[in-house]
């Protein structure tokens, strides 16, 4: 059975950061690049960010680079996203997919929902003071 499971979404102030946490079981990680979304009320889900988690590459919304990094823990199976500055504009549901890279990589679809197949159920993310 395959699961992603997110934590380490809350409250937070503008200005501050947070790092979420993605853990994945039930797959082979090597075969597989994470990707972090994220959906505010109203509006389409969203790529943020990729690992390839067999050599790390990484790959970042245009938008969000510089602020958000994603990083990979092989052997907790585990893939961070890093948040900082956080704006009120940040504020959204972020949830973690697993894509197969050989698909990802096919015409640069690393922010393409329907190439993920797993995905979790989501983490709270509020910016506000």
């Known amino acids: 059975q395959v699961q992603l499971v997110e934590s380490g979404g809350g409250l937070v102030q503008p200005g501050g950061s947070l790092r979420l946490s993605c853990v994945v079981s039930?797959?082979?990680?090597?075969?597989?690049?994470i990707g972090w979304f994220r959906q505010a009320p109203g509006k389409e889900r969203e790529g943020v960010s990729c690992?390839?988690?067999?050599?790390?590459?990484?790959y970042y919304q245009d938008s969000l680079k510089g602020r958000f990094t994603t990083s990979r823990d092989n052997a907790k199976n585990t893939v961070y996203l890093e948040m900082n500055s956080l704006k009120p504009e940040d504020t959204a549901v972020y949830y973690c997919?697993?894509?197969?890279?050989?698909?990802?990589?096919?015409?640069?679809?690393?922010?393409?929902?329907?190439?993920?197949?797993?995905w979790g159920q989501g983490t709270q993310v509020t910016v506000s003071s």
């Open positions: 690992i390839t988690m067999s050599d790390g590459r990484t």
């Open positions: 997919a697993a894509g197969l890279t050989r698909f990802l990589s096919l015409g640069s679809r690393w922010f393409d929902v329907e190439t993920y197949d797993y």
């Open positions: 039930g797959i082979t990680l090597d075969r597989y690049g």
